[in-house]
């Protein structure tokens, strides 16, 4: 079964202190990891696609990695209002082991900026 | 701002009953996802359409039904309600099928069975 692992679990930084979240995944053939954001009661956001092993994205105050294990999202320099909590997925997996375009996602990272 | 809507925002019904959540999709989108968020499994991806027609099936329940309308609109259908099923649901829709499109979500529609 596909894994998405999310740590740490939360994460409380002072505005300007740089800090990396991460997903480590369990997926035959990866189709994509996905970053999202996902604010108090409000439905997730999309952030990035990566596909392939060394590919970076960037935007704004964030930047994405992957290897072929984990993905990595980079916070720099956070600001109060990059508080939320980010979510990482990769596609489904169905039972009988086709791939799906629905995604399974981690539990996420709950990201507090104080300022 | 999203561009898909649900309704309605909040639901409250007692165990055994029946409700239906609405999600219209963005303008242009053939592709529509329902997902579950609750605190102790997260995220879960439920089932999905495309133009009218199921597309795969997640770790949807055989209480919970799901259809989309010639108009692309979408409804969840969820019946002999158990606490358990207190959650927020969240419809998603996308350009097409695939990973290479983005998913866009809705507000959500929070359920409390009592």
């Known amino acids: 079964e596909d894994q998405v692992t999310q740590s740490p679990e939360a994460l409380r930084l002072q505005e300007g202190e740089s800090s990396s979240l991460n997903c480590s995944y369990t997926?035959?053939?990866?189709?994509?990891l996905f970053w999202y954001r996902q604010d108090p009661g409000k439905g997730p956001e999309f952030l990035f696609t990566?596909?392939?092993a060394g590919e970076e994205k960037e935007k704004e105050r964030l930047k994405a990695t992957l290897t072929k294990k984990e993905s990595f999202l980079h916070i720099t320099a956070p600001k109060p209002e990059d508080s939320a909590t980010y979510l990482c997925?990769?596609?489904?997996?169905?039972?009988?082991?086709?791939?799906?375009?629905?995604?399974?996602f981690g539990k996420g990272t709950h990201l507090i900026i104080q300022p | 701002d999203s561009g898909v809507t649900q309704t309605p925002k909040h639901l409250i019904t007692a165990t055994g009953q029946r409700v239906t959540l609405r999600c219209s999709p963005r303008?242009?989108?053939?592709?529509v996802y329902w997902y579950q968020q609750s605190l102790d499994q997260g995220l879960q991806f439920l089932i999905q359409?495309?133009?009218?027609?199921?597309?795969a099936k997640g770790n949807i329940l055989e209480r919970f039904s799901a259809q989309q309308f010639p108009d692309l609109h979408s409804e969840l259908n969820l019946s002999s309600l158990e606490l358990g099923d207190s959650a927020l649901y969240f419809c998603?829709?996308?350009?097409?099928?695939?990973?290479?499109?983005?998913?866009?979500f809705g507000p959500g529609t929070r359920l409390t069975v009592t």
């Open positions: 998603a829709s996308s350009l097409r099928g695939g990973p290479t499109y983005e998913q866009y």
């Open positions: 997926v035959s053939g990866l189709r994509g």
């Open positions: 990566l596909y392939s």
């Open positions: 997925a990769v596609p489904y997996t169905l039972a009988g082991g086709g791939g799906a375009d629905g995604l399974t």
């Open positions: 303008s242009g989108d053939l592709s």
């Open positions: 359409y495309y133009n009218g027609e199921e597309r």
